[in-house]
T-cell receptor, first 119, second 112 residues
Framework: EPEVTQTPSHQVTQMGQEVILRCVPI?????FYWYRQILGQKVEFLVS????????KSEIFDDQFSVERPDGSNFTLKIRSTKLEDSAMYFC?????????????????FGPGTRLTVL | QKEVEQNSGPLSVPEGAIASLNCTYS??????FFWYRQYSGKSPELIMF????GDKEDGRFTAQLNKASQYVSLLIRDSQPSDSATYLC????????????FGQGTELSVKP
């Protein structure tokens, strides 16, 4: 069964360093997402991406964050200068469709996550 | 501000019982509703989705949606200890890039 994969599973970095989190979405999916979950808190939307551009982003997704689909398979999240409060689980998700209609293909499938620890 | 609310629990039920999980949402523009299960330290795993009023059954799971009351629920029949997890309600809003707004999750504990 196709699945979303993410690397690395755990990333430890020093405050102020840049990190890149990588995701390989399900191959025929067109919509890509990043979410984060701080320990003990709810899953929060960061950004959605379709047709090589951001379609929606949250207040959390400030200038320190960027996303890219550098090739036909990878989808990356870059945090330019990490802060202590960026420590969280980061989940990538993908869907065939993106909320434009009430349809089963809106369903988002999540990767296993990358645990980011900022020291 | 679009909100999705769930009781955080924990909800404790004996093995074989029916577990009932509830979720309310604030925005009538909500389109699709999803239930995910999350084990500790793991990613959300889809259980089922619903977008029409009424009930939708999938095995031991039944989702119920009432758009007039802005309420969605998940029933788990014949609960098993392996069902012990946090259950996340998520709402998808029309023409907002498909983003999901999650509730804080309800922790379910099924006792043998």
């Amino acid at each position: 069964e196709p699945e979303v994969t993410q690397t690395p599973s755990h990333q430890v970095t020093q405050m102020g360093q840049e990190v890149i989190l990588r995701c390989v979405p399900i191959s025929n999916h067109l919509y890509f997402y990043w979410y984060r979950q701080i320990l003990g808190q709810k899953v929060e939307f960061l950004v959605s991406f379709y047709n090589n551009e951001i379609s929606e982003k949250s207040e959390i997704f400030d200038d320190q964050f960027s996303v890219e689909r550098p090739d036909g398979s990878n989808f990356t999240l870059k945090i330019r200068s990490t802060k202590l409060e960026d420590s969280a689980m980061y989940f990538c998700a993908s869907a065939f469709a993106g909320g434009r209609r009430q349809h089963s293909t809106d369903t988002q499938y999540f990767g296993p996550g990358t645990r980011l620890t900022v020291l | 501000q679009k909100e999705v609310e769930q009781n955080s629990g924990p909800l404790s039920v004996p093995e074989g019982a029916i577990a009932s999980l509830n979720c309310t949402y604030s925005d009538r523009g909500s389109q699709s509703f999803f239930w995910y299960r999350q084990y500790s330290g793991k990613s959300p795993e889809l259980i089922m989705f619903i977008y029409s009023n009424g009930d939708k059954e999938d095995g031991r799971f039944t989702a119920q949606l009432n758009k007039a009351s802005q309420y969605v629920s998940l029933l788990i029949r014949d609960s098993q200890p392996s069902d012990s997890a946090t259950y996340l309600c998520a709402v998808n809003f029309y023409n907002q890039g498909g983003k999901l707004i999650f509730g804080q999750g309800t922790e379910l504990s099924v006792k043998p």
